[in-house]
Each structure stands twice: as C-alpha cells, then as structure tokens.
C-alpha cells in the first residue's frame, strides 16, 4: 500500500498518540469493559487513516482529449458559469464532493502542460457551500493540452480540512491518471471545462478519480 508522502508525519502522530493511550489504559486503568472499546477504537482509528491517506493503484483512463476525475466522490454541480481568474470566459463548472470515507488524493484529470498555479488561504466553511469556491483556502490550477484546450479546477479545503497539497508548478507537465495532490478531512473539487465539452456524468453521480470519464474535449 503507498502512502502519500505529505501524510506519513500526520500518520505516525495518529499512530503514536493512539498506541499511548492504548498504552495508558492497559497499564494503569485495568478496567476491561473501559479498556477493550477504547483500544479497539484507536485501531479502527489508525486503520481508517491508512485507508484516507493511501494512493490507490487505478486504470488510467485519461489522456490529452479525455477528462477524468481528480477526485473520489460524488458529482454535486454541473453547469453553466463565468470564471474569472484563469479562463476568463464562459465554461461548464463540475463539482465533486468527497465525505470522509473517500480516498483524498487527487489525480491529474487531462494530458497536458501547468500554464497556471496559485494558492490562496482563506475560510473553512463547509465545502458544499457556494461561498466555499471563493472563500475557502484552496489552490488552482490551469491545464492546456498539447490541442490548445484549457482546463482549469480548484482543490478546495472544506469545514474540516486545514491543509490543501498540490504537486503541480507552472510550466511542468500533467499527466492524467498521476497523483497532483492530496486535500486533507473532507473537501470539493471544482473542475471548469471548455462550453463545447461533452460532459459524461450527471449530477448525483459517484466517480472515481482516474478511471471516470468525466467529459470528452473537443479536438
């Protein structure tokens, strides 16, 4: 199993405070009916950090013309918008939405070259928020394939994440399928496509990231 390895501190803390603990109630407490649940939910506690922070191993279904997913989670937004900051123009807004128990890694959605990177700090409100776009901490990056199309999303930190990671810098290349970042504890993915992309999902959908086609660019 591979770990993201911006997470790997966060896991030995997890790991180490849990085994404390664990440590304490059996030495000094002696109580089963206290001690059994507690240390029983401190390993389910690790376990389930080692399955949010691990990197799955996917089929890479993307490439220069095929869009797919960033993220694990369900699609929650598809429609028409204005961005302003790196397309500047009307486009196709999709949002994903990931809960707890989704894999937080994020995946390079297209082929490509960074025309564009920023990170912003800012709020922590609930990701499914409208004002969490905008307000929230978050990072964003521009994509432009080697046909000229731009695609362009945003990593967005929700009520419960406080750090965002992206491995993208500017004018170095994406692949689709490759890890670009994690966003840790519950977050959004905001993806901003060409108007002329046919778009495959639907609103409700569950996707997964790497493997669900998430629209199709024009070439």
């Known amino acids: 199993m591979r770990i993201d390895k911006n997470s790997r501190g966060t896991l030995a803390l997890v790991f180490g405070f849990s085994a404390l603990v664990s440590a304490a109630l059996i030495i000094f407490v002696k109580i089963p009916w206290i001690v059994y649940p507690v240390v029983a939910l401190m390993l389910w506690f690790c376990i389930w950090q ?66 564009y990177y920023k990170y912003y700090p800012g709020e922590h409100f609930f990701a499914s928020k409208p004002k969490a776009s905008e307000e929230n901490e978050h ?17 967005i930190a929700g009520g419960f994440a406080r750090r965002i990671v992206c491995y993208g810098k500017s004018h170095t290349d994406a692949r689709s399928g490759e890890q670009c970042g994690i966003i840790k504890f519950g977050s959004r993915i905001d993806m901003f496509l060409p108007l002329d992309a046919d778009i495959k999902v639907q609103v409700g959908d569950y996707v997964r990231a790497c493997e669900t086609v998430l629209a199709e660019l024009s070439e």
């Open 139 to 155: 990072s964003c990056v521009g994509i432009v394939t080697p046909s000229g199309q731009k695609v362009f999303f945003k990593q």
């Open 50 to 115: 080692l399955a949010f922070f691990r990197i799955p191993e996917r089929e890479r279904k993307g490439s220069d013309t095929i869009v797919t997913s960033v993220a694990d989670g369900r699609v929650v937004i598809i429609e028409k918008t204005y961005e302003k900051e790196y397309l500047k123009q009307e486009c196709i807004q999709l949002s994903v939405y990931m809960n707890f128990f989704d894999v937080h890694a994020n995946f390079w959605p297209v082929d490509g070259s960074i025309d």
